[in-house]
């Protein structure tokens, strides 16, 4: 036997109701696990949302046709206080979109304007391309990219470090006169298919039109340039904003036995880009979501605290989904015992992260202390507990001091096929759903069990 077994099963007894012992939790846990593998429920769930819904942009009838599925679904499992909460969101339109190489070598390219770019002049734009490879570079070049198309050719080294370029890039190389930016997709690697995502304008300068290419296009017009070559795009995006269209976040519970205005959040995000089908992004968070409640639910068990799924909208261009919570649930935040979200793909969950933005680091140790109270129970998954990040939908309610949980799945294809045509549901793995299903559905009932508050 491991030595801290022991004082790990003494830690959970202590924070445990009177009812629940670390045996019968471990046995709900072994229960929850044979329910999800036997019904394979979210596969199920996620086959019909990606096959007959598909793709979901916020203001797209595909998003609204979402949220009615989810509340069917989750009335169907036996939920409770099953709603929709509204949600103003952004409403952007691809429009068409086409981009020629015309020098030295005409080629047709694949793109995918950024959500939130504004479109080209009707019959598009034809200029010359300048190639950089940092901010630091543009700088360097300043106005001599006026009248230019700017790209971004910036190699992927990580998520959080490379997507300031799509982000920031046309603000920046408005600055300097370009009239359109591209930035080389934001992803290890591209297929020749590009990576989509959102960015933003600085008010301060002209707004102009901002796609992703291809790494394979924006390395090749690299290398034109370093041979001395003129590169020149005919560029054509007929994208636009329209007005604020209505939407919303997605709600239903277990109502708490004993403590019922206590409150666990499961969630993931229904809206998607407008390619693909959103099976990993975030598809498969809503349904590990969902089904986690409907496991415990089906199989009888009885938490004391309520656990409540809420699946967001408009997490991908906007957070609206996240901010109308936090405005509309403010009343509840000294009883919003953790936000729980899933929103990094389908394969296996490594870790469940506890994040405290507002904790003293002598809170944060006694949390980490109260984490541990759940490695027992959490062991048969391989999952490991500590302090990380939580998400970007609950990150509103976060910044005012509601625990946060993310769960870290293994994500080691996530960003392949992140925002692209090819986040289809063929890349879901069948048990890894069912394995972060129970696994979800164990620690929350486990956490709805307990007495722990982790500040």
Known sequence: MNPTQPLLACLLAAQLGAQTSPEALRTASERLRTEAFRTHGAYEDLAWLCDRVGN???GSPQLDQAIAWAQARLKAA??????????LVPHWVRGRESAELLLPTPTRLNILGLGGSVGTPEGGLTADVAVVGSFDELDKLGETVKGKIVLFDVPYTGYGHTVVYRHDGAAKAARYGAVAALVRSVGPVSLDTPHTGAMDYNPAFPKIPTAAVTIEASTQMRRMQQRGERVQMKLEMGAKTLPDAPSANVVAEIRGSEKPEEVIILSGHLDSWDVGQGAQDDGAGTVIAMEAARLIQSLGLKPRRTIRVVLWTNEENGLRGGVAYRDAHRAEFKNLIAAIESDSGSERVRAFGLELLKATPEAKATARASLNAFELVMKPFSVSLRLGHSGADVSPMVREGVPGIGMEHAATHYFDVHHTHADTFDKIEKDDLAHNAAALATFAFA?????????
């Open 56 to 58: 979901r942009l916020s």
């Open 78 to 87: 036996g939920l409770v206080n099953v709603h929709a909460e509204p949600v």
């Open 447 to 455: 956490l709805a069990q307990s007495d722990v508050r982790f500040q």
